[in-house]
């Protein structure tokens, strides 16, 4: 078959493609991406642009890595994919080894799944599988925080902000779940114990029917880009032991050194009963995620009728995304990540706090690998991207957030484009 010009693909996209949270036929034409390498898209227009979003966060290495090509020629080789009911093999072995040793050392049992929204729901699945095991049915809801964002599919949907998040049209439909108010303390330094009353009046008043505490340490991603301080962690976590509630940690977002730390959880030292990753598992190759969990709970959900976590995908543990994720793991730890991280963190300080008194800007926040730009009002998506793309920049702003992901790769230069970039969209809004 022959090739698609940039034109073609671009007719054939609108007349037959449906985009992320875009309208069918949208009015916001895609861009066409004709190859990436390194932290760089080339553009079917001619334009080369820095990927300053990682697509979507999760290309940490940056684009057609020798290393990580390498490990998906040489599994191709040997199998593409394989059942995982009943077989087993060497990529998904090697990977669940390596999760076990690098989370926090309650966490021993690895389910390999799809994606970042399926992990969610294997993760609730887990929860409410445990104390059905235990024979509580009563805990059958869960508890988490406004702000948050945890996917699209179902049960990821009911733990979403249910006002400020993008899933409000179906909340006569999805699971009723609590929802506290999220804390706004950014710094230990400024840590306050009113932070914690929300989550601790509802665990008193309702812990008999909560299973589990769902949030996204450290960072909340998609709910508003939103950081506050690992105080609340610590604190949140003393009162699931105290009101026996499970916790879960998102990591899909922070996992594999976005924050700083290899994973959230670790900026304030607690370990948390299961816990969701995602996106850089394999270095933004494939889709692949894990929930990892406890043998508290993975036992008394094997030992207790009907004997089995009742989750399965099809393509569970592919091969081929075992194989890479392995490869991208080991490449971010050959590596020193932490200071390329730190470096990062100090430029986009350097680049972005400048904004914060212009007069378009309500907050700007720098945590590691993360810079976010938060306006009065929200922007024009069509308008706001094609002044970065003249830039040579690509960012997805939405809503009122202009903020930047980008590889750990990124360099010096690059970082600064991007933040300049940002600026020239603060100096065009009226």
Not at 226 to 250: G, H, K, N, S, T
Not at 256 to 264: N, Q, S
């Amino acid at each position: 078959m022959s090739l698609l010009t940039p034109e073609q693909v671009r007719e054939i996209d609108q007349k037959y493609l449906w985009h992320p949270y875009q309208p069918m036929h949208g009015a916001i034409p895609p861009y066409v991406v004709e190859s990436a390498q390194g932290v760089y898209l080339q553009l079917g227009d001619g334009r080369r642009v820095i990927d300053g979003m990682a697509s979507w966060w999760c290309m940490i290495h940056g684009y057609s890595h020798s290393r990580l090509n390498q490990a998906l020629h040489d599994q191709i080789e040997k199998m593409a994919h394989v059942m995982f009911g009943g077989l087993t093999h060497e990529p998904a072995a090697g990977l669940a080894e390596k999760l076990v040793e690098l989370t926090p050392r309650a966490l021993q049992s690895v389910f390999l799944c799809d994606s970042g929204s399926v992990a969610v729901e294997v993760a609730i699945k887990m929860a409410l599988q445990y104390w059905i095991a235990l024979g509580k049915i009563g805990k059958s809801r869960l508890v988490t925080l406004r702000n948050g964002y945890h996917g699209d599919t179902f049960a990821a949907m009911a733990v979403c902000d249910p006002v400020n998040g993008m899933h409000h049209l179906f909340k006569d439909v999805l699971p009723q779940h609590f929802f506290v108010e999220a804390p706004t303390c950014r710094d230990d330094v400024d840590w306050e114990s009113s932070q914690i009353e929300p989550l601790r009046q509802t665990l008193e008043s309702h812990h008999r029917e909560i299973a589990a505490l769902i949030l996204e340490p450290i960072v909340q991603g998609a709910g508003g880009m939103r950081f506050y301080c690992p105080e609340y962690l610590r604190q949140a976590r003393a009162l699931c032991d105290e009101y026996d509630v499970l916790m879960i940690a998102d990591e899909i977002a922070t996992g594999f050194g976005r924050t700083g730390r290899l994973f959230a959880v670790e900026h304030a030292g607690i370990a948390p009963d299961i816990m969701c990753l995602g996106k850089s598992l394999t270095g933004g190759y494939m889709t692949l995620a894990a929930t990892l969990t406890t043998r508290r709970v993975s036992e008394a959900i094997s030992n207790n009728p009907p004997g089995a976590l009742m989750h399965g995908p099809t393509f569970m543990a592919n091969p081929l995304a075992c194989s890479v994720a392995g490869a991208s793991i080991e490449l971010l730890l050959s590596g020193d990540w932490q200071q390329r991280v730190a470096e990062i963190e100090g430029q986009l300080r350097d680049g972005l706090m400048g904004y914060a008194d212009h007069p378009a800007v309500a907050d700007v926040r720098v945590l590691g690998a993360i810079g976010v730009v938060e306006l009065k009002e929200p922007l024009d998506m069509a308008a706001t991207q094609e002044i970065l793309l003249e830039q040579g920049v690509w960012l997805r702003p939405f809503g009122r957030l202009l903020y930047t992901m980008p590889p750990f790769i990124t360099e010096a230069p690059e970082v600064a484009a991007i933040c300049s970039a940002i600026g020239v969209v603060l100096d065009s809004i009226d």
